[in-house]
């Protein structure tokens, strides 16, 4: 149907841009069903009423239309469909810049009954500021400020707004791809409590989120200063009443556990008045950490005189506590909330004995939802990106936790579209054409995803697809190949050749200056990569290209990572001697290390006093993996470990699993809930600690 409407804007576009679109059309009933689409994101309402939100994530070249139900909503007569839409126009990790620009059509049963074009109108939004241009992350996009008093009705019927005019058109491609994946649900919100509160005063710093974070914040005992509500928290299941001594109260919210969701508002007072809102998953300051560095967990709302009623569904929170400062002395408080917005996959029923087992289980899932929307997400809090490595873990966990594998094969097929012009994927997906730092590994982890969900699903079309991608990430890589058989890192400033998030393997520098070098983690990937493209090939009835060959000459030079005396492979050749788990872990798995040689580094692996650096949470998986090689001689080893670690996140309050092992890591900012980190799934799976419920009747 969008080929008989046309691309339209309100004309030349800035970025951080609101534009509010509507139609009237008349329906007589039975179908109405709306497909659009548009860059950035959008909101669509009939008659006032939410129908719809969000997109799914897609590039210029490669757009993706959604289709959106309206039957219920709409009444026999005049309706007004109205659309807000968002152009970022900007590159993040999460967004590749494209044209501003929305495209509808609207069709009942005897055709269509509405379509974008000259006819619909159109303005700036006033409620959103335009152009406000603050970061939250370089991965999230921009924050906003929204001013309340400048909002208008304009999306029933029988509103007459001003400022409209009609839409320009545009010249933009018209091929569109449908939505590959069900569309985002929301749940009821989540209220939460009222876990600390009082009093605050603040500087004059630029951005919201860093006058929070440095604000002088004043205790206010609750019978003092909060009327309404029960419970030890004061529970926002009922209106409460907030009463300051000076103009600036403050509320710490406590959700109960990690969430991802969509800000809601729901408050009267008795002065227009400055709100500010910062959110995030880390309490141990006293406060949210509205501002670590460079990131900026923190949105502006100018609140009208009487009800506020608001919620933004153009961005996406993740974490436990919201902190929001009321720049006035009285509130009546209805909800500081989130509604959470979730994928709609069905859990696979699991019987699962051990209770501690379960409990670890169930939250590895729950990390998995969290991290979950169009496609999997290394963390909801701080990124919310989809990078290859992090979601080869999620996907290849999701398996046993999930039904149902199309997000699986639409989130594959999209990366396929972040070619770089060297052959290399770009970090993440969809990302800006500007964007450097590609992680070669990664690249080839996406070979490794591609077979696996094959081999899962027996859908070989996927690989078909995305194989000129898979061909151009392993020609990149052999490329490197030097005289002494092995492949040679990138040492390029703008490629980073990074391993993982611990003591010498996260991308070795000198004066700033990569330093070129022989690293076993990167010619380990190769092999398994090579060996699952191999593989594939087969199935399909295709050449390797030579990839079969090249690969044995490369796991042949291999051997010369190995150190006899200590009877374990250097992680390097080339630097200083750097013995890791990762490169034992993955020169076992990958074939290198065999016999003898294998049961030495195994042996070593299971040695709290091995002299290698430890293995991260995430990449544990490589480990364990090169453990099982071994069947399950090995297996109390790795359930001891899981328990450990799992555990002692457990026991420190966590609702899901964690970035790393330490919640203080990367400088305040790691996250608590992370996708890559639901290992126990994988691994209780493979010790058949996780039968599904049904086999058990």
């Known amino acids: 149907m969008l080929t008989k409407a046309n691309w339209i804007w309100r004309g030349e576009a800035r970025a951080d841009e609101y534009v509010q679109f509507y139609t009237d059309f008349e329906y007589t009933g039975g179908k109405c069903a709306l497909t659009l689409c548009a860059d950035s994101m959008f909101t669509v309402f009939l008659n006032g009423e939410l129908a719809g939100f969000g997109k799914y994530p897609d590039y210029p070249h490669y757009r993706i239309a959604d289709e959106i139900d309206l039957s219920a909503l709409a009444v026999r007569g005049k309706n007004r469909l109205a659309i807000v839409a968002y152009y970022i126009g ?131 005992p609750p019978e003092e200063m909060l009327f309404g509500g029960h419970g030890p928290y004061f529970e926002l299941s009922a209106p409460i009443e907030l009463r300051a001594t000076k103009k600036g109260a403050y509320i710490i919210v406590d959700l109960g556990r990690e969430e991802a969701g969509y800000l809601h508002l729901d408050f009267d007072v008795s002065e227009a008045c400055e709100v500010e809102i910062a959110y995030g998953e880390h309490l141990v300051d006293g406060r949210v950490r509205s501002c670590i560095d460079d990131r900026n967990f923190s949105f502006e709302y100018r609140a009208k005189k009487g009800a506020n009623l608001f919620t933004d569904y153009f961005r996406r929170l993740g974490g436990r506590y919201l902190q929001i400062f009321f720049h006035t002395d009285r509130v009546l408080l209805r909800a500081a909330a989130v509604i959470p917005v979730f994928y709609p996959v069905e859990r696979r029923r699991k019987k699962i004995e051990n209770r501690l087992h379960r409990d670890i289980y169930d939250v590895s899932v729950r990390t998995l ?36 594998t199309d997000h699986v094969r639409a989130g594959l097929r999209l990366f396929a579209e972040a070619r770089r012009p060297d052959g290399l994927l770009m970090l993440c997906c969809p990302q800006g054409p500007n964007s450097d730092y590609p992680i070669p590994y990664f690249s080839l982890m996406y070979i490794i995803e591609v077979a696996e969900y094959v081999e899962y699903t027996g859908d070989a079309s996927l690989a078909e697809e995305v194989f000129s991608a898979m061909r151009g990430v392993l020609d990149a890589i052999e490329a490197r190949v030097r005289e002494n058989g092995l492949i040679a890192n990138f040492a390029d400033p703008k490629i980073w050749d990074f391993y993982e998030w611990t003591d010498g393997m996260e991308g070795y520098m000198v004066g700033g200056v990569p330093v070129p070098s022989y690293d076993a983690p990167l010619n380990a990937f190769y092999l398994l990569a090579a060996e699952k493209f191999v593989w ?115 026991r420190a ?28 799934i994988y691994v209780f799976e493979k010790l058949g600690l996780c039968p599904d419920a049904e086999e058990e009747n």
């Open 369 to 404: 939802e969290l991290c979950l929307h169009d496609h999997y997400e290394d963390t909801p809090w701080r990124e919310q990106s989809f990078y290859t490595m992090d979601s080869r873990n999620q996907i290849l966990f999701g398996y046993t936790a999930f039904c149902g």
């Open 653 to 680: 309050g966590a609702t899901s699993f964690w970035e790393t092992d330490l919640a203080s890591d990367f400088y305040r900012a790691g996250s608590l809930c992370h996708g890559w980190s639901s290992i126990p």
């Open 536 to 650: 594939l090939c087969k199935k399909l009835g295709r050449s390797d290209g030579g990839t079969a060959a090249r690969a044995e000459k490369v796991r042949e030079a291999c051997g010369q990572f190995y150190d006899e005396e200590k009877k374990l492979y250097k992680t390097f050749i080339g630097r200083p001697d750097h013995y890791s788990e990762l490169a034992n872990s993955l020169l076992v798995v990958s074939g290198v290390a065999q016999g003898a040689k294998a049961d030495a580094v195994l042996e070593m692996l299971v040695r709290k006093d091995n002299g290698m650096i430890g293995v991260s949470v995430s990449h544990s998986i490589f480990k364990y993996d090169a453990l099982f090689t071994r069947g399950n001689k090995y297996a109390d080893y790795i359930l001891n470990e899981i328990e450990d670690r799992f555990m002692r996140m457990l």
């Open 90 to 220: 900007t590159d993040f990790s999460t967004y590749y810049t494209g044209e501003a620009g929305l495209i509808f059509a609207l069709e009942g049963e005897e055709g269509l009954l509405a379509s974008s074009g000259s006819s619909t109108l159109c303005r700036l939004a006033p409620d959103y500021t335009q152009h406000f241009c603050k970061k939250i992350t370089i991965q999230l996009g921009f924050s906003f400020r929204y001013d309340a008093e400048k909002a208008d009705a304009w999306m029933r019927p029988e509103d007459n707004p001003a400022g409209f005019a009609p839409a320009k058109v545009k010249d933009l491609p018209k091929q569109f791809r449908p939505r590959p994946t069900k569309r985002l649900q929301l749940a009821p919100l989540i209220e939460g409590s009222i876990i600390q509160q009082g009093t605050f005063e603040e500087g004059n710093q630029p951005t919201a989120g860093e006058r929070m974070l440095r604000a002088a914040l004043a205790f206010v």
